[in-house]
């Protein structure tokens, strides 16, 4: 009984310095898949959950999650579409996005509805992960 | 022994019982002498102790002085086959109340037993069902249970230890054991047990249970219980001390581990494989039972992102429109669950069922259709429910309830750190536990754990647990 104790006391008092936040899961809108382009007003971000634009990435993100009706989750996110290549690094730098996303290039932004499943059937063979990989070995070179 | 140690007499006899209804007191003319006959009502055979001993002692015409007449009762004229003299007035009173009749002659007394044949017979047992096994359960009476329990065990070394435990109650319990099998310790440690219990009565299981163990502070069961006498005859061929309480229809095994709570009876009443699979299945039972609720809150409020998406869609939309947070809607039905169970314990079994029909189906389905609740923290929370059923023993399936409400709080503290630092804390709890010096995981710390997962061919299990110590190790040839 005597480890008990303190191993309660370690459980309680980590509950309140985690480094993760508690979620509602009545309130999450999960992405699915991410559409990331430049425009001439900065970066424009399409998703199912809605779609935004700002100076950059991470204003774009800020800006998805402001107008959204509930908690945007990218955790979920299974593919990302990149329009503009150069656009890459900034948004693997973010660290928003699960390595096992798969990475597609297209041309210009297209409507959100239905492309999960077109591109769950059409995977690619490059992740999120492979594209860290490489910017980081480029970033050694 | 002293037969004439302590004086009985007619006014000490009747200054006991002054006062009680059900006692019976006659005086007999036997020549020049009277002597007394004294019984309990309702303890004993009033046609016994007619026929058996009054009968005979007033066709004894043989004249002669109390002594004489004592002596011939005790050797000769009584066809009572039980007949023993009294010590002392408190001698004669304990045999009363044990369903005995005393009778006195002069100062000197002795009891013939007159018990009553009215007792339940043994029936089939209630909780632990069988289809196979034998259907003759404990009853509340400790000789009838002795009797039962030879009749499955013939051998002559059953050795069956009576005491008596209770200031007030003198509750007769005996001690079952195989000598030359059992470690001696093992039975000496349970009798000095119970020369230690110094308390009112050993009434209530619970009194058995925590007197007997020592009250520690756990809510995992150091004693095993069970109704039926073919798992407690198992126990005792296996090196296990026996307990008989009189006034429980149960038998108690000690020591007692994880691997013995996770073994159901019925093991042994179907093939190795059978048993081997309804066994895993119980170790995964347990598993759900004791983490589901606790690893639902985890992901759904901590770490959802470990969720395939098309799950934590069919959650969130679940949830979708319930007003109350993961962890109140869980602890929430948990606490239901439990309400459920104990308003359906406490009433008659008719009712009890349809209370469960009317909670469980009318009550759930209406919740979740008003979006009081999510269909998936219903589904978790019964999924917890009947894997905790699926557990063999009840006061471990009890213990592991109290231990799911603990770790899903700390799940919805610290999310899986939490889940993980609960599931520690257990680990450590059970680690320190020992039941009669035999540590609680003793059957996991060993190379050959897997024969408490999978149940071995019975030709192949050849030699006793080692943690009991048995004198004699191997079962089989």
């Given amino acids: ?37 430049k425009t001439a007003r900065g970066v424009k971000l399409v998703t199912e959950v809605g779609e935004a634009e700002g100076a950059t990435w991470t204003e774009a993100v800020a800006a998805l999650r402001d107008g959204a009706s509930g908690d945007v989750f990218f955790d979920t996110a299974e593919q990302l579409v990149v329009c503009t290549p150069s656009l890459l690094p900034e948004i693997l730098r973010s660290g928003e996005l699960r390595p096992s996303a ?21 995977e690619s063979d490059r992740t999120v992960a492979d594209a860290r990989y490489d910017l980081l070995r480029e970033g050694i070179r | 022994m002293d037969e004439r140690h302590g004086a009985v007499t007619d006014e000490h006899i009747s200054a006991i019982f002054s006062g009680a209804g059900d006692f019976n007191r006659r005086a007999l003319r036997i020549g020049t002498h009277i002597i007394y006959v004294y019984a309990i009502d309702g303890l004993t055979s009033g046609g016994d102790i007619s026929e058996l001993v009054v009968k005979p002692l007033l066709q004894d015409t043989r004249a002669g002085t109390p002594d004489e007449l004592y002596d011939r009762a005790l050797h000769s ?68 249970n002795t009797s039962l329990l030879r009749r499955h065990l013939r051998t002559p070394a059953l050795r069956l230890y009576e005491t008596q435990v209770g200031r007030r109650s003198l509750t007769n319990v005996t001690v079952a054991y195989i000598d030359g099998l059992t470690d001696p310790t093992l039975a000496e440690r349970m009798i000095d047990r119970l020369g230690e219990i110094d308390v009112d009565g050993l009434t209530t299981p619970a009194a058995v249970e925590e007197y007997v163990t020592g009250s520690r502070p756990t809510a995992f069961p150091l004693l095993q219980y069970t109704e039926r006498t073919d798992r407690f005859a198992q126990g005792l061929l296996e090196g296990r001390v026996g ?37 895993i299945l119980r170790y995964l039972a347990l598993l759900i039972g004791l983490m589901l609720p606790g690893l639902y809150v985890a992901m759904a409020a901590f770490h959802p992102e470990m969720l395939p998406t098309a799950l934590l869609q ?29 308003a359906s314990i406490a009433m008659p079994h008719s009712v009890g069922q349809s209370l469960s029909i009317i909670g469980g189906l009318v009550v759930g389905t209406a919740a979740v259709e008003a979006k009081i609740i999510s269909p998936a923290a219903l589904i978790v929370v019964a999924a917890a429910g009947i894997a905790g059923f699926a557990l063999p023993g009840r006061s471990f399936a009890d ?25 520690l804390c257990l680990l450590v709890h059970l680690s320190g536990l020992t039941s009669l010096g035999v540590e609680y995981l003793a059957p996991f710390s060993r190379v050959s754990g897997s024969r408490e997962i999978v149940r071995p061919r019975l030709f192949r299990q050849k030699r006793r647990d080692p943690a009991l110590h048995p004198l004699d190790p191997k079962n089989q040839r």
């Fill in chain 2, 399 to 423: 213990a592991l309830r109290l231990w799911r409400f603990a770790l899903t709080v700390l799940a919805s503290f610290a999310g899986l750190f939490g889940l993980t630092l609960g599931a």
């Fill in chain 2, 77 to 144: 004229t009584v066809y009572n086959s039980v007949a023993v003299p009294c010590k002392d007035c408190a001698d004669a009173a304990m045999k009363l109340v044990n369903g005995f009749t005393v009778v006195l002659f002069g100062d000197r007394a002795i009891a013939f037993e007159t018990k009553t044949g009215e007792k339940r017979a043994p029936a089939a047992p209630e909780v632990e069902n069988t289809v196979k096994g034998p259907k003759d359960a404990f009853t509340e009476t400790v000789r009838t």
């Fill in chain 2, 243 to 279: 307990l008989l309480v009189d006034g429980l229809p149960l038998g108690y095994l000690a020591p007692v581990d994880l691997g013995m709570l996770m073994t159901a009876p019925e093991d042994r009443g179907t093939d190795y494989l059978s048993a081997s699979f309804l066994r």
């Fill in chain 1, 102 to 122: 798969q990475l597609y290039e297209a041309d210009a932004l297209t409507d959100p509805e239905g492309l999960n499943e077109y591109l769950s059937a059409h």
């Fill in chain 2, 314 to 342: 069919a959650i969130i939309e679940s949830k979708h429109a319930v007003p109350f947070p993961t962890i109140f809607e869980i602890l929430g039905l948990l606490a239901a669950f439990e309400l459920l169970q104990e």
């Fill in chain 1, 1 to 37: 009984m005597k480890w008990q104790y303190p191993l309660a006391a370690v459980a309680l008092t980590a509950a309140f310095g985690l480094p993760f936040r508690e979620y509602d899961a009545a309130k999450l809108l999960p992405v699915r898949t991410v559409q990331a382009a």
